[in-house]
Each structure stands twice: as structure tokens, then as C-alpha cells.
């Protein structure tokens, strides 16, 4: 599942590239001349003088943007800004300004060098202003987008940077295998129609973009590789090795597998039901580094520690289940549809051992409104026995910590293309039980430059 994005753009790449000129091409293909082919085949191209309806903020530079295209060079940056509070309920009524800015250049290197079928990525992050917010009493992080690099305070990393070689076996019939190394975005690779998006496209809290089972395993930013095989257009087996270590803020070259590594594969399996695309996801992670459940106290800030000592294990694990359905359908990745997400985890070694979600999502809820993004949500994620049993109950209230319950809802108006306001509401019964259930509304303004 998390490595889906990137298979699904090589896909796209190659279908189009295939069609186009009936035969494989002597270059490497551009995933940009493929997603525009795609626009260009339903929408008239807008006008690039026409402040209002293009599609980054300034536009095409004089000519520049469009010849570095050419040239194999596309970039993008985005800017987002995040505004939350508790209304009621939770341990405190905070409110907290953040943001971050993003940039990501992407290189058809078949163009760039004459290395014909290779790919680079190479992303920024500038993260700003206060933390992220807490005080609901609840373990998912309610910004998504502000978890990473740090969840406070100012901070620049290189969060991906890495290589994809295309090996084509029938580009006709959209077959292929894509291998890609370097350093790895887990957010950025959760690539969905109804939800995913990082946390500044779709839903904001985390429990509706991936579930934190996986983090145990699979870190948030690390290195590694990965292989993909494409049939049919669309992602079929994917398998990743990867440093069980979180690497946002250091280059984790040093100490490279040092201390185990993490392995998860996934199958997708694509359908159509009642005449609709759907889509089932299944998908495991595996690490040989040792944990116990505490390791993640720091992170979502249960005080006190355990009353009983536990010793680190290796072996963690954790699956899960994906379901897509789409209900309204217009055109490839253009609708609205059903969504539902099935998780597991060890006990001994995760702090989250259940974890599932509903929810209903995509663009286009009106008519008038095709490129509006809409969606809401139920998530409940349960705590390991093992966590719950040792935690000192002195520190909560002598009550034992329960499954959290979460609720979401946004809307995202786009003003313009570039320019888009969210409007975000989250009502989250948390893991202490003592807390009364927090109201959550937020706002998220983000641009694309």
C-alpha cells in the first residue's frame, strides 16, 4: 500500500508513452507529459497568462518552467498553513498556529543524463511556529502534516531523495517492473483517492491517512529500496527493504541497518463492483529491531512509566486490509466513493494492536465543484494489553487507558487551482478516560507556487 504511488505513476507514465508513440520509447517517459495528458483529454488547458486559472501561483516564469519540463526538470513547491484548537472537552483548550513549506523536484534523468528509463525525487521540507496539538487525551496526532520534520518548533530536512530504474516487459498491455532506492517519504507514498494526501490534501489527522500500527515497523523517513511489479497499468506486488530507524533529521547513513531491518510487502488486487472501480489492498511489515510498547510514550505523552519491567523483543509485525469502492464515477481518479481500513499488531511490541476506520471521500460532491475535495470519517484504535497492564495508574487517574474513538470531516474549497481553504472538524474520545471528548475544529490555507 505505501509504496503505491509511486508504481501508479509509473504505470500512468508508460501507458501514456506506449499509446502515444506504439512502440517503446528511446528515452525514459515523464510522468508530467502523462498527467497532463490526462487533463488535456477532458478540460481545455487554461490560459498560463490567466492569474485565476492556472495551476501554480506564478505561473509558467516566462517560459522557464515549461523548458525545464522539456528538459526533463519539473519542480513544485507548497506552502501550507494550519490553524487548530479545542473547543471543548479534552485536557485543555490550546489553539496552535503551524505550518510548512515543501518543495519537490522530480528529474526524467532519460532526458537530464541520456539514462534511458531512470527517475530521481528529491524533497524539502521547512517546518515552522508552534507545536503540534495536544491536550485531547487522544495517541492519533491530529496534523499529520506537522509531525514531520519535528512536531515542534523550526526545522529543515531532506525528507526523500531517491532513484527509480523502469524495466518495461509488455508496455502495450502495461507491464513492467520498477526498482527505486534512496531515501523514502512514508507519508508522501500513502497515495489514495478517497484520503492519504500527507495531511495538507485530504483528511488532517493521522488516523485517517494511515494507520499507526505500521510505525513501528516502517518509520516515518528512512532508506532502503524497493521493487514493484506493474500489470495491467496498475500496481501488483510491491515489496520494500528498510533501516527500521527514523532518519527525517540525519542522512542515517552511518549507521545504515545497524539495528535490523524492515521488510513489508503488498498485493493489490484491482475489481469493479456494480459497474465502479474498487480496489482491495493487502499489505504487511515486519522488523527484526527490538522494541516494547513504551518506546512510543515520548511520542504521544502518557506519563508515567511502566510498573512492571519489559524486556525489548524483536520480530514486531503488523497487517493490514484496504478497501476501495467508488460510488460516483466520472473518470479516471474523478468521483467520490466508500473506504474502509483493517489493522494489526503485535501486542508485545506495538502501543497500537487494532486499529479500524470508515469513511467516505473523493472530489466532486457538487457539480459546480468538480475539483472540491470532501470527506468523512470514523477511525477506533485500540492500545496493546501489554502497555494498558503496566502503565501506573496512579498517573491517570487509578482508571485503566481505553481505545480511542475518532471522528472527521473537511472540505477543501478551492478558490483557485493554486489556492485552496479546508475547513476541518475532528471529535476525538481519547485513551485517557478520565478526559471528556474533544472537539477539535481547525482550518488549513495551503499554495502551490
Known amino acids: 500500500m505505501y509504496f503505491a504511488k509511486r508504481a501508479f505513476v509509473i504505470a500512468t507514465v508508460v501507458l501514456f508513452a506506449s499509446s502515444v508513440c506504439g512502440q517503446e520509447p528511446a528515452a525514459s517517459p515523464s510522468p508530467q507529459s502523462a498527467a497532463g495528458s490526462n487533463v488535456a483529454a477532458t478540460t481545455p488547458a487554461p490560459d498560463p497568462e490567466d492569474f485565476w486559472t492556472r495551476e501554480t501561483m506564478t505561473g509558467d516564469w516566462g517560459g522557464t518552467r515549461s523548458r525545464w519540463k522539456e528538459k526533463g526538470i519539473e519542480l513544485e513547491f507548497k506552502l501550507s498553513n494550519f490553524v487548530q484548537g479545542i473547543a471543548s472537552g479534552g485536557l485543555s483548550n490550546d489553539t496552535e498556529y503551524n505550518g510548512k513549506f515543501e518543495m519537490e523536484w522530480k528529474f526524467d534523468l532519460g532526458k537530464v543524463a541520456g539514462w534511458n528509463y531512470w527517475q530521481s525525487e528529491i524533497k524539502t521540507e521547512v517546518r515552522w511556529s508552534g507545536p503540534l496539538l495536544a491536550g485531547t487525551g487522544g495517541i492519533n496526532p491530529t496534523n499529520t502534516a506537522v509531525i514531520s520534520p519535528q512536531a515542534d518548533g523550526e526545522t529543515v530536512a531532506i525528507t526523500a531523495l531517491n532513484f527509480t530504474r523502469l524495466i518495461p516487459v509488455d508496455l502495450k498491455k502495461g507491464n513492467l517492473y520498477a526498482v527505486s532506492f534512496g531515501r523514502f517519504n512514508l507519508l508522501d507514498l500513502i497515495d489514495e483517492d478517497f484520503f492519504g494526501g500527507a495531511g495538507t490534501?485530504?483528511?488532517?489527522?493521522?488516523?485517517?491517512?494511515?494507520?499507526?500500527?505500521?510505525?513501528?515497523?516502517?518509520?516515518?523517513?528512512?532508506?532502503?529500496?524497493?521493487?514493484?511489479?506493474?500489470?495491467?497499468?496498475?500496481?501488483?506486488?510491491?515489496?520494500?527493504?528498510?533501516?527500521?530507524?527514523?532518519?527525517?533529521?540525519?542522512?542515517?547513513?552511518?549507521?545504515?541497518?545497524?539495528?535490523?531491518?524492515?521488510?513489508?510487502?503488498?498485493?493489490?488486487?484491482?475489481?469493479?463492483?456494480?459497474?465502479?472501480?474498487?480496489?482491495?489492498?493487502?499489505?504487511?511489515?515486519?522488523?527484526?529491531?527490538?522494541?516494547?510498547?513504551?518506546?512510543?510514550?515520548?511520542?504521544?505523552?502518557?506519563?508515567?512509566?511502566?510498573?512492571?519491567?519489559?524486556?525489548?523483543?524483536?520480530?514486531?509485525?503488523?497487517?493490514?486490509?484496504?478497501?476501495?469502492?467508488?460510488?460516483?464515477?466520472?473518470?479516471?481518479?474523478?468521483?467520490?466513493?466508500?473506504?474502509?481500513?483493517?489493522?494489526?499488531?503485535?501486542?508485545?511490541?506495538?502501543?497500537?494492536?487494532?486499529?479500524?476506520?470508515?469513511?467516505?471521500?473523493?472530489?466532486?460532491?457538487?457539480?459546480?465543484?468538480?475539483?472540491?475535495?470532501?470527506?468523512?470519517?470514523?477511525?477506533?484504535?485500540?492500545?496493546?494489553?501489554?502497555?494498558?497492564?503496566?502503565?501506573?495508574?496512579?498517573?491517570?487517574?487509578?482508571?485503566?487507558?481505553?481505545?480511542?474513538?475518532?471522528?472527521?470531516?473537511?472540505?477543501?474549497?478551492?478558490?483557485?487551482?493554486?489556492?485552496?481553504?479546508?475547513?476541518?472538524?475532528?471529535?476525538?474520545?481519547?485513551?485517557?478516560?478520565?478526559?471528556?471528548?474533544?472537539?477539535?475544529?481547525?482550518?488549513?490555507?495551503?499554495?502551490?507556487?
Open 201 to 449: 490534501e485530504k483528511f488532517m489527522n493521522m488516523a485517517q491517512i494511515g494507520p499507526l500500527t505500521v510505525l513501528r515497523e516502517i518509520p516515518l523517513v528512512t532508506n532502503g529500496a524497493s521493487f514493484a511489479y506493474i500489470k495491467g497499468g496498475e500496481p501488483f506486488i510491491t515489496v520494500a527493504v528498510l533501516d527500521p530507524n527514523d532518519h527525517t533529521l540525519d542522512p542515517g547513513l552511518d549507521d545504515l541497518f545497524a539495528d535490523g531491518v524492515s521488510i513489508s510487502p503488498g498485493i493489490n488486487f484491482p475489481v469493479k463492483y456494480w459497474g465502479k472501480s474498487a480496489k482491495h489492498s493487502f499489505s504487511g511489515a515486519v522488523t527484526t529491531k527490538k522494541f516494547t510498547p513504551f518506546d512510543f510514550i515520548r511520542q504521544v505523552v502518557i506519563p508515567g512509566p511502566p510498573r512492571n519491567p519489559v524486556e525489548p523483543k524483536r520480530g514486531s509485525w503488523s497487517v493490514n486490509y484496504v478497501f476501495r469502492q467508488y460510488i460516483v464515477e466520472r473518470g479516471k481518479r474523478d468521483g467520490w466513493g466508500l473506504f474502509t481500513n483493517v489493522a494489526f499488531a503485535n501486542k508485545d511490541t506495538s502501543p497500537i494492536t487494532k486499529f479500524f476506520n470508515i469513511g467516505l471521500g473523493g472530489n466532486g460532491l457538487f457539480k459546480s465543484r468538480n475539483r472540491d475535495e470532501f470527506g468523512v470519517a470514523y477511525a477506533f484504535s485500540d492500545l496493546s494489553r501489554v502497555l494498558k497492564d503496566n502503565i501506573d495508574l496512579l498517573t491517570i487517574g487509578n482508571r485503566t487507558l481505553q481505545a480511542e474513538h475518532q471522528f472527521e470531516a473537511f472540505y477543501n474549497f478551492h478558490i483557485t487551482p493554486w489556492l485552496r481553504l479546508t475547513g476541518d472538524l475532528q471529535i476525538i474520545r481519547g485513551i485517557r478516560p478520565a478526559v471528556d471528548t474533544a472537539v477539535v475544529p481547525g482550518a488549513r490555507l495551503v499554495m502551490i507556487f
